[in-house]
């Protein structure tokens, strides 16, 4: 489903990814997983082109791009708009549309981009808030709700897409404490069902219970990666190691 | 003492009615030009090409750093000349204020658009919209709600500033004061008045920019 191949992003003098390679399958769901500042958000954005690499290629299902430093012709506004359609990315902050109710921010997709006649969307975004436990919320507006309801909203609003491959980028990191279990609910939901997702992540253990396959980055490299319980549990590396200790610390 | 006497301006009445009705004309053709102007610029100073940033920028600064009314003379006296075309004074005054005001409009707008978190924007992308649709459907919508209270400020200057067309005599309130001054010989009053009317019309739009200001906070 995704395909990466030597990926290269360095921001000024500052390299964030140094020759990335990653591969995940359909239905597959891959942890990036490492210490901040290891370049795991820039790879994700990355996918979606949201943030344009300086060399490699990216493949998501059958749309393929490669970039060659300053020498690459960058793909048009449309195309990219087209491209980034087919995933549904999930942020830190949530970015709901503040002047929209949650109801017209799932809906809001489908009849801008998708032009899904109203009525059909809005069916389907009720659909979607039901499936997220948010229905009695669709007329709320975002500053209503609650961090954890807010970026069950985000999620509905991705899905609402129907996306080959979800992006998630750190999706519970600016949740208090008690809010982040029911994100996670909606996440491992969506891999029972089969979704294709990538997820970066500090919640090791709940990597460890969802994710098919770790990826361990630190410096803009993949240090480590291989199903995930075999990583967390014998990681190779040394660094894997240290990442990890206080994790299996804890537990 | 000075002997107050206002009852003399109710002859005069049909002439401050048609020089308030001058005023309000120009108010209204200098806020829907300027805006148009400032929302030009605004974007343009936002555009990712140098060639479109920096004249707006240029428009902006020159006309923010000159006075009004000696932009409204040189539009009727110089420009004239150095372009070779008959210019009206309405035509000169009208054109120099819209272009003053939508150097305001310009900033307030360009401070508007990015006044809203890239996050908006990223959340958009992400979905697949389009530049053209991101603005419209989420950053303009966002930033209008923010822009409102100043813009109406500035179109509150602008209906002010309209009292320096009498320069190149146009009959507006100003102008229609001179001349029942000329007349009466009486300017106390007279101004007085003409202040007042000025103060009857804008009264209502700050307390209106008041309550926007308010619902913009929440």
Not at chain 2, 36 to 45: D, H, K, S
Request: hydrophobic content about 50%; aromatic content about 8%; charged content about 15%.
């Amino acid at each position: 489903m995704i395909e990466i191949q030597g990926l290269r992003k360095q921001f000024g003098d500052n390299v964030v990814l140094r020759d990335v390679s990653m591969q995940v399958a359909k239905g597959q769901v891959v942890a990036l997983v490492g210490p901040s500042g290891s370049g795991k958000s820039t790879l994700l954005r990355c996918i979606n082109l949201l943030t344009i690499p300086d060399a490699g290629s990216i493949r998501v299902g059958e749309h393929a791009f490669s970039f060659q430093g300053t020498a690459t012709r960058l793909p048009g506004d449309r195309v990219l708009a087209r491209f980034r359609a087919n995933t549904g990315m999930v942020f830190q902050h949530f970015n709901l549309f503040p002047h929209m109710s949650a109801l017209q921010n799932v809906m809001e997709g489908m009849v801008t981009v998708l032009h899904t006649p109203r009525k059909e969307a809005r069916e389907r975004a009720l659909q979607l808030l039901a499936k997220v436990g948010l229905v009695d919320k669709a007329d709320a507006q975002p500053q209503q709700l609650s961090g954890g309801q807010k970026q069950r909203v985000a999620i509905a609003r991705a899905l609402a897409m129907q996306p080959q491959v979800m992006l998630f980028d750190e999706a519970t990191s600016a949740l208090d404490p008690e809010l982040v279990g029911e994100v996670l609910a909606v996440i491992q939901s969506l891999a029972r069902d089969g979704m294709t997702m990538v997820i970066v992540t500090h919640e090791i253990a709940f990597a460890r219970e969802v994710a098919d396959v770790l990826v361990f980055m630190r410096d803009g490299v993949v240090v480590e990666s291989g199903p995930a319980k075999d990583v967390i549990d014998h990681p190779q590396q040394a660094a894997t190691q240290a990442f990890l200790a206080r994790f299996h610390d804890q537990s | 003492m000075y002997q107050w006497n206002f009852e003399f301006l109710w002859e005069y009445r049909s002439l401050f009615a048609t020089g308030l009705l001058y005023t309000l004309g120009y108010t209204v053709m200098c806020i829907a030009l300027g805006l148009l102007f400032g929302l030009i610029a605004g974007m343009g100073q936002l555009a990712r090409f140098g060639v479109v940033r920096w004249p707006m920028k240029g428009y902006v600064e020159l006309f923010r750093s000159t006075p009004v009314l000696v932009q409204i003379i040189w539009f009727y006296y110089a420009l004239p000349v150095l372009l070779g075309i008959e210019m009206s004074p309405a035509m000169a005054a009208v054109l120099a204020l819209s272009l003053y005001g939508g150097a305001f409009y310009s900033e307030i707008i360009r401070g508007g658009i990015i006044s809203i978190d890239v996050g908006q924007t990223e959340a958009a992308r992400a979905l697949g919209m389009t530049r053209f649709q991101i603005m419209r459907r989420v950053v303009l919508p966002q930033a209008l709600r923010r822009m409102t209270p100043p813009l109406l400020n500035q179109s509150i200057m602008q209906l002010k500033n309209t009292s320096l067309v009498s320069i190149v005599a146009l009959p507006d309130l100003v102008y229609q004061a001179q001349a029942v001054v000329h007349e009466t010989y009486r300017p106390l009053e007279t101004y007085t008045l003409i202040a007042l009317m000025y103060l009857a019309v804008l009264l209502p739009a700050t307390s209106l920019i008041k309550r926007l200001e308010r619902r913009a906070d929440t």
